[in-house]
């Protein structure tokens, strides 16, 4: 006999249906799986068997075929499992077959019956959701999440035999309370008002927060390069419903998310070590799979020792810095992953790390400077926007009684600024979510009055900025404006932009930093 289930593959972000075709033919006892599938997939046999039998059910001892069809798309994981087990009982007659018509099943069984968690529910939900689905059969500990889909019938079970019975009407299937329409965010651990001095930096951080703009802090160790980056999120806008759901699909697929838990909150902070490839920034893999840059989507990518990471991991950033996605291309398919994030990177300015320090001096050569700072390409320096230099801080600083500006009074302003230009843009065209930083948003700046192009003419014959540079400049010229709450650039705004350009100043460092005009 035939049965016919309907489940789904996820690829990349997406998820694509996958019909589970499952024949029980006389014969010898044989089992097997076909559709391209990965090793995982095949080894669903020995699960399969193992836990019909062991839920009460009768596993035939005849010649039983399973196809995944579409055969052309790759089939990968373990929540083919709970889809297989149904169309076996299915062609034996042990579930009718108008039981399963209209579900979408997935799930992977352990050995007992068990149904654990998948990875994807998210993007499943979201794909497969139409007029024609009954409901979606997923284990329970996935139920959370699944439900963060409206319209999408929930179907949870937490053990094979429970599941079918519920399918048979025998019992109904557990209730999942609907998940509520906006996120709660969960306060933060860090507060900027822990920070204590570095005003300036405080400020830099400010606009990159505002703007969405990448970020290089370099100072002496034990400066505070870290404390202030983890404080960063602290400062950005709660994520609306819709940016939450971005960032939740995201950590399912990548299979981060908790047990059971449902809707990501917060902004992801996202800090690599230094001994990360260019797979695990970017994302990729024989089957592709998000990178810490995607991880870090709608959030903060903290690249801590900079010129500690690999060449190779460093110059596969620059598209996804750039462009705000990684794309990843394979023989079978090409899958992109979003990258909006502000980068923060930071690092020593020398190997022992006090060049410039006004205490402790600088124990390196000339050549161990060079050869440091040379790890670090021109074309990754030209995107960064903001060059923030992070001093030694002084006992009258570090031992101050007043705590500094609290997170919540700089956020508040980051919101204002984004609201602004958010507003500013309106027309026609669509509206991006309110809480998109100008940054982010592509077209054309601001015009710009006569006295601040001779200003910003200057400073590309001076510095020698790059297209690229320039435009950068411009977009944080408005940001900082925005946050001033002025309608145009001034010439004041774009001096403060470009204030935060010290690399491109000619003899500000060794040579080895490169040329940062290049591409």
């Known amino acids: ?114 149904i654990r968690p998948v990875a994807g529910i998210l993007s499943i939900a979201q794909d497969l959701r139409s007029a024609g689905t009954r409901g979606l059969l997923v284990p329970e500990a996935n139920a959370p999440e699944a439900a963060i889909v409206s319209g999408m019938r929930v179907c949870p079970a937490a053990r094979l035999r429970d599941a079918v019975r519920a399918l048979r009407g025998d019992i109904p299937f557990p209730a999942v309370p609907p998940h509520g329409a906006g996120p709660v965010e969960t306060p933060p651990a860090v507060d900027f008002a822990d920070v204590r001095g570095q005003a300036h930096v405080r400020r830099g951080l400010e606009i990159a927060a505002a703007g969405g703009h990448n970020v290089l802090m370099v100072g002496p160790p034990g400066s505070g390069k870290t404390m202030l980056a983890r404080r960063l999120p602290t400062i950005l806008p709660p994520l609306s419903h819709d940016e939450a759901i971005q960032v939740t699909r995201i950590y399912s697929v990548a299979g981060h998310l908790a047990s059971r838990a449902a809707l990501i909150t917060t902004r992801p902070f996202r800090a690599p070590h230094h001994t990360a490839s260019a797979v695990a920034l970017v994302g990729g893999g ?32 620059r598209q996804p810095l750039e462009e705000g996605r990684a794309v990843i291309a394979r023989a079978q398919s090409t899958v992109t992953f ?27 050569t000339s050549r161990q400077r060079a050869q440091y700072l040379s790890r670090i390409s021109g074309p990754l320096l030209d995107r960064m926007d903001l060059y923030l230099e992070v001093p030694r801080l002084t006992g009258a600083e570090l ?46 700046e601001s015009r710009l009055d006569a006295a601040v192009v001779a200003l910003l003419r200057s400073a590309i014959d001076r510095l020698g900025l790059s297209a690229r540079g320039m435009q950068r400049v411009v977009r944080v010229a408005r940001t900082i404006a925005d946050l001033a709450g002025a309608d145009r650039i001034g010439a004041d705004h774009l001096a403060e932009a470009l204030s935060y350009r010290a690399l491109d100043r000619p003899g500000f460092a060794p040579a080895a930093w490169g040329a940062t005009s290049g591409a």
Not at 287 to 306: K, T
Not at 349 to 362: E, H, R, S, T
Not at 408 to 424: G, N, Q, S, T
Request: aromatic share 4%; net charge positive; glycine share 8%.
């Open 1 to 114: 006999m035939l049965a016919r289930v309907r489940s789904a593959a996820v690829i990349g972000l997406d998820a694509v249906p996958v019909d589970v075709e499952v024949d029980v033919a006389a014969g010898l006892p044989a089992f097997a799986i076909v559709g391209l599938p990965d090793a995982a997939v095949r080894e669903a046999r020995e699960r399969v068997r193992a836990a019909i039998r062991n839920a009460g059910y009768d596993m035939p001892a005849r010649r039983v075929t399973v196809n995944l069809a579409p055969a052309d798309t790759r089939k990968v994981g373990p929540a083919f499992d709970l889809p297989i087990a149904l169309g076996i009982l299915t062609a034996t007659g042990q579930l009718p077959e108008t039981a399963v018509r209209g579900y979408v099943a997935v799930g992977e069984l352990s050995l007992d019956g068990t």
């Open 286 to 317: 024989a089957i592709p799979r998000p990178g810490e840059a995607s991880l870090a989507h709608l959030g903060v990518l903290f690249l801590d020792e900079l010129p500690e990471f690999r060449r190779d991991a460093l110059e596969a950033l």
């Open 338 to 364: 979003p990258t909006r994030c502000v980068v923060v990177a930071a690092l020593n300015p020398c190997p022992c790390g006090y060049l410039g320090d006004a205490v402790k001096p600088c124990a390196c």
């Open 399 to 444: 031992t101050a009684p007043h705590p500094g500006e609290s997170s919540d009074a700089v956020r508040a302003r980051v919101m204002r600024a984004r609201r602004r230009r958010c507003a500013a843009r309106r027309g026609p065209a669509p509206q991006p979510e309110p809480t998109t930083p100008a940054g982010w948003l592509a077209g054309r």
